[in-house]
């Protein structure tokens, strides 16, 4: 009898313990610059697109927070391929903009210093075309450590 009775005392203590824990989620990612096809083929994007449009509801739909660094060329291929008809799923808006004003993602630039990419400073003013609100910026080294001649100063 005494079995039956603790099994249920605690199987109630563990939902109440349970219940009160809070699991805090944030996402943090980026794209890169080696996408051509953002830019070259328009299905690629628009899946892209319908990938990136779902997370950002379910990242806003379960309480997560998404901060997302955004390379020149998927800003390049938003410009280029949110039109009209496409922008009919977010309101109206280009992905970018919607996803900041209406699921709360942050987004930041992302560049990689390469020879025949835009600088960082590029791409940070390509977001406030954007109206992005960045704070931060990633990956933005501006030559390889390798280069670099490192010397101890005491």
């Given at each position: 009898m005494k079995k039956t009775i603790l099994i249920p005392i605690l199987f109630l203590l563990a939902l109440?313990?349970?219940?009160?824990?809070?699991?805090?989620?944030?996402?943090?990612?980026?794209?890169?610059?080696?996408?051509?096809?953002?830019?070259?083929?328009?299905?690629f994007y628009i899946s892209a697109r319908t990938m990136l449009r779902q997370f950002a509801i379910d990242c806003k739909n379960n309480g997560a927070k998404w901060s997302m660094g955004n390379d020149y060329k998927l800003l390049d291929a938003v410009s280029m391929h949110d039109k009209p008809l496409v922008m009919s799923n977010t309101n109206g808006l280009n992905l970018l903009k919607w996803m900041q004003d209406s699921m709360d993602v942050e987004l930041d630039p992302h560049a990689h210093a390469q020879t025949g990419s835009p600088s960082l400073a590029d791409v940070a003013y390509k977001h406030t075309l954007f109206r992005s609100s960045a704070k931060l910026c990633g990956e933005c080294l501006p030559y390889e450590l390798t280069r670099w001649k490192w010397e101890l100063v005491v």
């Open positions: 109440t313990v349970q219940s009160q824990s809070k699991i805090y989620i944030n996402y943090v990612t980026h794209n890169e610059d080696n996408y051509n096809q953002y830019i070259s083929n328009q299905s």
